[in-house]
């Protein structure tokens, strides 16, 4: 396959063909509106001194994550941020071992610079949780880095610091960097984790304010990296345009500052959502899955048929998303999203198991 033949099947179908009447098919909290934030037009400029990142953007981010901002790089989202990480963390032909399952644009990203690709099971059956032990049979001296999401996608089960620290060690032996995405990190309402780079100088992270706030417009996502690293991503940067776009910087900045209302939110809208989700899988003897405890989706598997012919009824017939779990190399799962109104994802839930009724009956 050439470059110029790589694509991400995954962000095709979402774009052109994920929209349903009910869709449980996205997995960011509905957008926030721009009349809650504290903003006026004076506070907005066209252009600004944001050569290589806005530096109140910067400090922003920066103090977010308890981090210096000299290791703080500022992207158009999460998927840019992981597309800088990796351009300049690996060469073509250099190997990386990614998660499985995963965001399936990692893997689109990771084969369009070339890389060798090597898969680390999150079993089912262990709860989807990463397990040191398969990323230390897996890896090898010839090794550059090890990514995976934390809230993990489509899972949105948590790895804690110990695990995330052993993985760190792993790849540390070889020279590896460990990249966590850590986009739905922030849907932990409880005792939220810091971020992961603060385990290792091997580990760089990347993440927004899209999925866990409702940002998602503003484009405002980032990468923390050791300053070295830093420098190089800039240069990556220079690749992509010459400057971001600065009313985004600005709003971004606002939105920061004000991060406790968004987030107040985005939590009182996803907590009722998930008491539906999880009554809803609670009763549904054909699903597996484990009730939700974090994050804004959840992965059933459909314990028997097909679940591509499911995901194809449920969205013609019943007019309900979901995402197939071809997509995360799951095809017996789907993902179900429930960071929309509350309206919409009871809705969706109810004529989710009326399709899955309709399914049995046929199969009966």
């Given at each position: 396959m050439t470059r110029l033949q790589r694509y991400s099947k995954y962000m095709q179908w979402a774009k052109l063909h994920s929209k349903a009447r009910l869709n449980l098919a996205t997995s960011g909290v509905g957008a926030f509106p721009l009349r809650e934030l504290p903003?006026?037009?004076?506070?907005?400029?066209?252009?600004?001194?944001?050569?290589?990142g806005f530096a109140p953007l910067q400090h922003a981010i920066a103090t977010k994550n308890s981090v210096d901002p000299a290791c703080v790089v500022e992207a158009a989202g999460t998927s840019m941020a992981n597309h800088l990480a990796l351009a300049v963390l690996i060469d073509p032909g250099d190997e990386v071992l990614i998660e499985s399952p995963t965001y399936e644009l990692v893997v689109s990203t990771a084969r369009y610079l070339q890389a060798k690709i090597i898969r680390f099971p999150r079993r089912e059956e262990s709860g989807f949780a990463v397990d040191p032990e398969e990323i230390r049979k897996s890896i090898t001296p010839k090794t550059k880095l090890v990514f995976l999401t934390n809230l993990h996608n489509p899972s949105s089960v948590l790895t804690g610091d110990d695990t995330l620290r052993e993985v760190g060690d792993i790849a540390a032996s070889v020279g590896a960097h460990v990249v966590v995405d850590e986009v739905y990190l922030d849907a932990v309402y409880e005792n939220t984790p810091r971020s992961s780079f603060h385990l290792g100088k091997n580990f760089v992270?990347?993440?927004?304010?899209?999925?866990?706030?409702?940002?998602?417009?503003?484009?405002?996502?980032?990468?923390?990296?050791?300053?070295?690293?830093?420098q190089r991503m800039w240069q990556v940067f220079d690749f992509t345009y010459g400057s971001p776009v600065h009313p985004a910087e600005l709003l971004s900045v606002i939105a920061l500052d004000n991060l406790g209302r968004v987030r107040d939110r985005a939590r009182a809208l996803l907590e009722p959502n998930r008491v539906l989700v999880n009554e809803f899988l609670k009763g549904r003897s054909d699903l597996d899955c484990e009730p939700s405890r974090f994050g804004t989706t959840v992965f059933p598997r459909l314990k028997t048929g097909s679940a591509a012919d499911f995901v194809t009824l449920l969205r013609d017939r019943?007019?309900?998303?979901?995402?197939?779990?071809?997509?995360?190399?799951?095809?017996?799962?789907?993902?179900?999203?429930?960071?929309?109104?509350?309206?919409?994802?009871?809705?969706?839930?109810?004529?989710?198991?009326?399709a899955l009724d309709a399914v049995d009956r046929q199969s009966s």
């Amino acid at each position: 396959m050439t470059r110029l033949q790589r694509y991400s099947k995954y962000m095709q179908w979402a774009k052109l063909h994920s929209k349903a009447r009910l869709n449980l098919a996205t997995s960011g909290v509905g957008a926030f509106p721009l009349r809650e934030l504290p903003v006026s037009i004076d506070q907005l400029e066209i252009n600004g001194d944001n050569s290589y990142g806005f530096a109140p953007l910067q400090h922003a981010i920066a103090t977010k994550n308890s981090v210096d901002p000299a290791c703080v790089v500022e992207a158009a989202g999460t998927s840019m941020a992981n597309h800088l990480a990796l351009a300049v963390l690996i060469d073509p032909g250099d190997e990386v071992l990614i998660e499985s399952p995963t965001y399936e644009l990692v893997v689109s990203t990771a084969r369009y610079l070339q890389a060798k690709i090597i898969r680390f099971p999150r079993r089912e059956e262990s709860g989807f949780a990463v397990d040191p032990e398969e990323i230390r049979k897996s890896i090898t001296p010839k090794t550059k880095l090890v990514f995976l999401t934390n809230l993990h996608n489509p899972s949105s089960v948590l790895t804690g610091d110990d695990t995330l620290r052993e993985v760190g060690d792993i790849a540390a032996s070889v020279g590896a960097h460990v990249v966590v995405d850590e986009v739905y990190l922030d849907a932990v309402y409880e005792n939220t984790p810091r971020s992961s780079f603060h385990l290792g100088k091997n580990f760089v992270v990347t993440s927004s304010l899209t999925k866990a706030y409702g940002l998602s417009g503003i484009r405002c996502g980032w990468i923390l990296a050791q300053p070295e690293l830093v420098q190089r991503m800039w240069q990556v940067f220079d690749f992509t345009y010459g400057s971001p776009v600065h009313p985004a910087e600005l709003l971004s900045v606002i939105a920061l500052d004000n991060l406790g209302r968004v987030r107040d939110r985005a939590r009182a809208l996803l907590e009722p959502n998930r008491v539906l989700v999880n009554e809803f899988l609670k009763g549904r003897s054909d699903l597996d899955c484990e009730p939700s405890r974090f994050g804004t989706t959840v992965f059933p598997r459909l314990k028997t048929g097909s679940a591509a012919d499911f995901v194809t009824l449920l969205r013609d017939r019943f007019e309900t998303s979901v995402v197939p779990g071809e997509f995360f190399e799951q095809p017996q799962h789907f993902r179900i999203g429930f960071c929309g109104k509350t309206e919409t994802v009871r809705g969706g839930l109810e004529r989710l198991g009326a399709a899955l009724d309709a399914v049995d009956r046929q199969s009966s």
